[in-house]
């Protein structure tokens, strides 16, 4: 019997799958490569279970119709890659303040500007936790094959609701484009998170930016009972614009502690051989298969190597990594940026001169032997 | 709640008073013929969703008790393109600042109109950036005096209705806040159009426009709205031609309207999948 369940496709079509898997009602976006098919597949998908596509005038609107979308209580996602991540920013910290569940896939390419657009690269990982201004927190996650791209997917989702934040979901141009296989899970068999609403009933006072003692805010969607008011200024418990100096630094405690304080359940990683490893590669995205690569073979030939694949890149999970590499000889970021996540890996860990970056530039896939060359440095080997 | 006389407090939220226009701005009086528009209407506060950007224009979402959407500076347009297209029932009102809507906010204006999406987009046109303390906007026109033009603007301004117009509006209006009930008249009109309406009223800015341009105190600006528009097709348009027109200059009820277009759509699409 033919199992419909099992794909051989792209990347970003595996993204698309764990959207609808997840619930996904809304997507807005604009064409942009190398993220385009996550936005093909979606007009083509979200209509036949109901649900609505849009192609916006821009990233930027693109980002506000998923937000709008997602106050009438809507599953919502828009798809960019550099570029439009850039433009989409002013709009993402607007969803960080007004504390709105939306899903942005980042596809990265080469920048800066318009780059290397049909060429991986991860040098978008601080614009993701940096990239709109002012103070705040967010989560973004990344994945290295289909399977867990699916699956971050859901996780981003489910984070989004759980969380009242947006979530960046960091693939890269070589996962958003190869094709692998993909085996979609049975309903049931991964969590899907529903938004936590209101319990208050229509006719009581209803305070849509009170957190619960969990930091929680249960929500109430546009056209509901509960008329509120929704802004991108400091605010009340009502919503409405408010700059008193208690206010304004208790809401960004929250927006910040409601993230933070959770650093230990959005944290996802996977490990390779890294009980007895005295060296560690850490490594996320596409970047990751090669260091898996790499450590496979070298333990072939009796090297005590592990690898450490980050799949939730912010907030940071600096303790995990610190209690990680707490027994390695040394630690080996294999990136594709000019050193990125190497820079919170030395801040995490205990001894930051025994870390070290394997890192390439030019729009290819890093290689394992890349990697090789700078292990073979560090065993005093010789290149 | 048509049934019962106007009383503005059933339409605001008393606790976002005092507002923050200064005095004589014409901006309370298109919030009052909004509130009006909608009572005479009879529709539910629940059923309006009022989105704005940023301006001094777009802090009125905040004052109503509709459920309210104050966004970031001129994407008004597509936050309320998210709400109306997932969910189409509700009524959505996007009041706009002139550089709100057609400066920084310009593509969405008229990519919204070329949709034909159904939200209605009062601008608010007084003709400068109030809330920054008075820069010129693309409203302003040539020789006008403005902070950012202290030797006087040479940028050409944009004719609302005509923009609106050409990029597919199927409900284009004009008034002044001078004419309160047309002004009240034509935003009713505009809400119950099916489609992306555009309805453009003119409101003096005393503070910021007036003086540096010296047009007077607030009543003297508005004498002017008095005195320098027509009702569209006026015969005083003979001798004056420079006089503004006001009124419906577009009503269309045959270009589809987006949400329903996307509802045939989804019918197509399942129709594939069955």
Redesign the interface.
């Known amino acids: 019997m033919k199992n419909n369940n099992i794909r051989f496709i792209q990347g970003n079509e595996a993204c698309v799958e764990g959207a609808i898997y997840a619930g996904i009602?809304?997507f807005?976006g604009y064409p942009i490569t190398p993220s385009t098919e996550i936005l093909e597949h979606l007009a083509?998908r979200l209509?036949?279970k109901?649900g609505?596509f849009?192609q916006?005038?821009?990233e930027?609107?693109?980002?506000?119709?998923?937000?709008?979308?997602?106050?009438?209580?809507?599953k919502?996602m828009t798809a960019t890659s550099g570029p439009g991540f850039s433009l989409k920013q002013?709009?993402l910290g607007?969803a960080c303040m007004a504390e709105i569940p939306c899903v942005i896939a980042n596809v990265q390419r080469g920048g800066p500007s318009t780059g290397n657009p049909t060429h991986v690269s991860q040098g978008d990982v601080n614009q993701a936790r940096w990239g709109t201004h002012g103070d705040h927190s967010i989560i973004a996650l990344t994945a290295s094959n289909h399977q867990d791209v699916f699956k971050i997917t859901v996780d981003a989702f489910n984070m989004a609701e759980t969380y009242r934040t947006p979530v960046v979901l960091l693939l890269d141009e070589t996962i958003g484009h190869m094709r692998e296989k993909l085996v979609i899970p049975e309903p049931g068999e991964l969590p899907v998170v529903e938004r936590l609403r209101t319990s208050v009933k229509g006719g009581v006072d209803y305070h849509p930016y009170l957190p619960r003692d969990d930091g929680r805010l249960p929500m109430s969607d546009?056209?509901?009972?509960h008329?509120?008011?929704?802004?991108?200024?400091f605010h009340d418990m009502?919503g409405?614009?408010n700059n008193n100096p208690n206010v304004v630094g208790g809401l960004l405690r929250h927006l910040v502690d409601k993230i933070e304080n959770n650093v230990n359940d959005i944290c996802m990683y996977k490990e390779y051989w890294l009980d007895d490893a005295e060296y560690i590669l850490i490594s996320y995205g596409s970047s990751a298969r090669s260091a898996i690569h790499l450590a496979k073979n070298r333990r072939a030939r009796g090297i005590k190597i592990g690898v450490l694949e980050l799949q939730t890149l912010w907030p940071f999970p600096t303790e995990m990594i610190r209690e990680k590499c707490a027994g390695a000889k040394a630690v080996i970021v294999v990136e594709m940026n000019m050193g990125q996540v190497v820079t919170q890996v030395k801040n995490a860990v205990d001894n930051p001169n025994s870390v070290f970056l394997a890192n390439k530039i030019s729009g290819e896939l890093i290689s394992p032997e890349d990697i090789k060359s700078l292990l073979r440095m560090i065993q005093g080997k010789g290149v | 709640m048509k049934n019962k006389k106007f009383d503005f407090k059933d339409y605001i939220r008393q606790r976002f008073f005092p507002h923050i226009w200064c005095p004589g701005c014409g901006h309370g009086i298109v919030l009052s013929s909004l509130l009006r528009a909608v009572h005479e209407l009879g529709l539910n506060k629940n059923e309006i969703v009022i989105t704005s950007g940023i301006g001094c224009s777009s802090r009125i979402s905040g004052y109503v008790d509709f459920h309210s959407l104050h966004t970031i500076h001129g994407r008004a347009l597509s936050f309320a393109t998210g709400v109306k297209l997932s969910k189409p029932d509700l009524k959505a009102i996007v009041p706009m600042g002139d550089g709100d809507a057609l400066a920084i906010g310009g593509n969405h204006f008229i990519h919204a109109a070329r949709r034909n999406i159904d939200i209605t987009a009062i601008v608010m046109n007084n003709r400068i950036y109030g809330m920054t303390g008075g820069q010129f906007s693309p409203l302003s026109g040539c020789g006008k005096q403005a902070t950012t033009a202290p030797y006087s603007t040479i940028d050409r301004e944009f004719d609302v209705v005509d923009l609106a117009k050409s990029a597919g509006a199927t409900f284009v209006a004009r008034s002044t806040v001078f004419h309160a009930n047309e002004c009240k008249d034509i935003i009713k009109k505009g809400i119950n159009h099916k489609g992306f309406s555009v309805v453009e009223i003119l409101t003096q800015c005393p503070t910021y426009y007036g003086r540096k341009n010296k047009e007077g105190d607030a009543v003297q600006m508005m004498e002017n709205y008095k005195t320098n528009t027509v009702k569209i097709g006026s015969k005083k348009l003979e001798k004056n031609p420079g006089l503004i027109q006001r009124g419906i200059f577009v009503e269309k009820n045959d270009v589809p309207e987006y949400c329903e277009a996307y509802d045939r759509i989804i019918e197509t699409a399942m129709k594939g999948q069955a």
Request: aromatic share 14%.
């Open positions: 009602d809304f807005a083509a209509p036949q109901g609505k849009i916006m005038e821009d930027i609107a693109s980002m506000g119709a998923i937000i709008g979308a997602s106050l009438t209580g809507k919502v002013e709009a607007y546009f056209g509901g009972e008329r509120y008011n929704v802004t991108g200024l009502w409405f614009p």
